[in-house]
């Protein structure tokens, strides 16, 4: 292709221009201010030598948070809904996994190394609750858990398996990336080649997210999004676009360089579900826009409101980015997200198949909807909507050349609109400086500071009103955790009734008597035969795995109760709020810039806890009272009760956990509260002596700023 020639002269010139920048600069910039430029051109060419390989691939990322659906995505889209990929429950688990084309099936696993484990290692070893350092834990505790003794995998770094068949894949990948994989916690991230024709020319990658807790994942991660095309970004449609998914949207993946963002509403059975009620003859209410009794109709209502949603956020980004003067590419890679395609892998793979091979969750999904269906395929192909994602996907694949060569294209303006950014942002900041000298000297910078000193008493009452706040959320979510829970424990006290085929041997009496013959009087012989008996049957398995699975996300629904009582994006808003009603930032001693990076440093400190479940002894009482196929009436009761009761105390214990949680968290957040007056207060305290220091010798620190400010200048007026 014509891109992939190596415009080699202009690229070059780039990185040549943002390296004389550096040289010009040097002397009167910050170190801090150096490595920012730095590492725009180290970026800029790790993302144009990796374009300009002759083997270079159309890089197409799946992304979204843990519980997204990206996994059983990715299997419906390429594996014809088979388990390929093993579902990750939380972000301890999530692996990074690429797919490419070979002509041998491999699976490729790299392995953290030992430097990588010696820091994780260290990190485990702190007792602290921040998610680094719990992630940690819980990683190292997996290893020994699991009886593997790391260091001789992690000295080779990879391995490699070759397979056969897809089972094959399935039974040697869940050792490696499965939630509960023998290996899955010395893993960084794995490749899987495959001998299908699909797969030419694409890399296609599963990531675990920008937000893994795990450092050296989260580097190569953000590696594969340095040099994404694609991105198919997966939004939960019961709670679609939440800050979280939001913050990852938009500020993470357009300004990585992705030509084609795709927005996916997935889970949308689940979205349907919560608006679909039977409607009753004596209704006194009527229709109710807001509800339907028949699955079309609910999905004409869910379909609104989420095209509504992503309308309103889109609309409310592109503003922001067209008044900060971002470049018209990044703003149309933004707009792509206004229409976002709905489906459920779920519903998808349902079609036509057996309601005797439905799993647990299927069978749950299946009883949910029935209610409401008249026509249940027809209503499955609805809510799976995945031709048009297929659709969609054929398409990505046919453009790969006009992807391919509009990124080519868009490498110079794009790297000079981010330097173009950055020396702005040098610039203002070098203004501001210039301003508070000059309009202070260190008499007026002393009172500015006691003035400050006197207003403590008002910042503290309103630091500890932002945490009042908190305490009395958290307390909200706490109730309405608890309903959840208990709701959840009744989604899997189902369990699956299997059909099994036995063969019967049966005989009968067969008279030899003749009457013409009298000797064979009173004669007989039996004959044989055999027919096959169909029955239904339940296995302790499934109840077993249902114990497990509602195990996981009973725990992250309660983990859920902290991160939605908490948002840290708003305490942060707070606290600078704090800031700005107690100081009059109206005036130039002021830059609320400053004080949002020592909130920014103080708020980082909260962490969530996290919760565990030991239920082996449960699922073990199970597995040691039931055997084999369960037939009668009485031995599925058993089992229903033994489920039931297992589910309940898990319910009981989680209860307990986050009761005891909830008022060590408040306590937690009475100190941090306190630590936040002290850094904060500290720190403002600290900025003003430091402007104060340099009113000593007020004109030199004034010519350097303004002699950085120009340089500033000349180099931005020179980008074109």
Same mark, same amino acid.
């Given at each position: ?56 691939? *159309? +890089?197409?990322? /799946?992304?979204?948070?843990? =519980? ?7 299997? #419906? $889209?390429?594996? @014809? ?91 040697? *990948? +869940?050792?490696? /990336?499965?939630?509960?994989? =023998? ?7 794995? #490749? $899987?080649?495959? @001998? ?100 079309? =109709? ?5 379909r609104k409101k989420l095209k ?312 073990n009482g199970i597995a040691g009272k039931f055997n ?93």
């Amino acid at each position: 292709m014509e891109i992939f020639k190596d415009n080699d002269q202009e690229l070059q010139g780039f990185i040549t221009g943002v390296d004389k920048i550096i040289d010009n600069l040097s002397g009167h910039a910050e170190e801090r201010d150096m490595k920012g430029l730095k590492k725009l051109a180290d970026n800029f060419k790790l993302k144009t030598e990796d374009f300009y390989r002759e083997n270079r691939k *159309l +890089n197409i990322g /799946v992304v979204g948070q843990v =519980k997204a659906g990206k996994s059983s995505f990715l299997n #419906t $889209l390429l594996f @014809n809904g088979q388990e390929i990929l093993p579902k990750a429950s939380t972000p301890k688990t999530a692996t990074l996994t690429k797919m490419e084309y070979s002509d041998r099936n491999i699976i490729q696993i790299e392995y953290y190394s030992p430097e990588e484990w010696e820091v994780l290692e260290e990190n485990a070893a702190v007792d602290l609750d921040d998610e680094i350092y719990t992630s940690a834990r819980e990683i190292v505790d997996m290893v020994r858990r699991n009886g593997v003794e790391p260091l001789s995998y992690l000295t080779k770094g990879y391995d490699q398996i070759e397979f056969g068949s897809y089972n094959d894949l399935i039974a040697s *990948l +869940n050792a490696y /990336v499965g939630e509960d994989g =023998k290996y899955t916690p010395i893993v960084k991230a794995v #490749t $899987l080649y495959l @001998n299908k024709e699909e797969f030419k020319g694409l890399s296609i990658v599963d990531t675990p997210g920008l937000n893994d807790p795990i450092a050296s994942r989260t580097i190569r991660t953000k590696e594969f999004m340095e040099v994404c095309d694609v991105v198919f970004f997966l939004s939960q449609s019961g709670s679609f676009l939440d800050k979280s998914d939001w913050i990852l949207l938009s500020s993470q993946l357009p300004q990585k360089g992705v030509k084609k963002l795709v927005l996916i509403a997935s889970k949308y059975d689940s979205g349907i579900r919560d608006i679909l009620r039977v409607q009753d003859e004596d209704d006194i209410f009527g229709e109710d826009e807001n509800t339907a009794d028949n699955i079309p =109709k609910a999905c004409k209502i869910i379909r609104k409101k989420l095209k509504r949603r992503a309308r309103s956020k889109v609309e409310e980004f592109v503003s922001d980015l067209q008044a900060r003067g971002s470049s018209p590419e990044l703003i149309e890679v933004i707009k792509q997200c206004a229409d976002p395609i709905m489906v459920s892998s779920l519903a998808y793979n349902m079609i036509g198949k057996p309601i005797a091979d439905f799993s647990s969750e299927e069978l749950n999904v299946y009883a949910a909807l029935k209610q409401f269906s008249d026509d249940m395929d027809s209503d499955l192909k609805l809510l799976g909507n995945f031709d048009e994602v297929k659709s969609l996907f054929s398409d990505v694949v046919a453009e790969k050349e006009n992807i391919l060569a509009q990124k080519a294209k868009s490498f110079i303006p794009t790297a000079r609109e981010e330097l173009k950014g950055i020396l702005l942002t040098y610039l203002e900041k070098t203004q501001k400086k210039v301003q508070i000298l000059e309009k202070n000297d260190r008499e007026q910078l002393e009172e500015q500071k006691k003035a400050i000193e006197s207003q403590m008493g008002s910042i503290r009452a309103d630091i500890a009103h932002v945490f009042g706040e908190l305490t009395a959320k958290l307390e909200s979510e706490k109730a309405a955790g608890i309903r959840e829970l208990r709701d959840t424990g009744k989604d899997y006290l189902s369990i699956k009734d299997r059909t099994g085929t036995k063969v019967i041997h049966d005989s009968y009496r067969v008279s030899d008597s003749k009457w013409y013959k009298p000797w064979t009087w009173g004669s007989s012989h039996i004959e044989h035969y055999t027919y096959e008996e169909h029955y239904s049957y339940c296995i302790a398995a499934d109840a077993i795995e249902n114990l497990r699975k509602y195990s996981i996300e009973a725990c992250n629904q309660v983990e859920e109760v902290f991160s939605e009582a908490v948002q840290i994006k708003e305490i942060k808003r707070k606290l600078l709020n704090v800031v700005v009603d107690n100081f009059d930032m109206g005036d130039a001693e002021y830059d609320s810039s400053l004080f949002r990076i020592m909130i920014e440093e103080t708020v980082s400190t909260i962490t969530f806890p996290v919760f565990e479940m030991d239920i082996s002894d449960a699922m073990n009482g199970i597995a040691g009272k039931f055997n084999g196929e369960l037939v009668s009436a009485r031995e599925k009761t058993e089992l229903s009760t033994a489920l039931s009761r297992a589910i309940s105390r898990i319910y009981d214990e989680l209860c307990n956990q986050l009761e005891t949680r909830v008022a060590d968290f408040k306590k937690k957040m009475s100190t941090t509260g306190q630590k936040v007056e002290e850094s904060l207060l500290t720190n403002i305290i600290s900025e003003f002596e430091t402007l104060s220091d340099q009113c000593t010798n007020k004109e030199k620190e004034i010519a350097d700023y303004k002699a950085y400010a120009v340089l500033l200048q000349s180099e931005l007026d020179k980008i074109k």
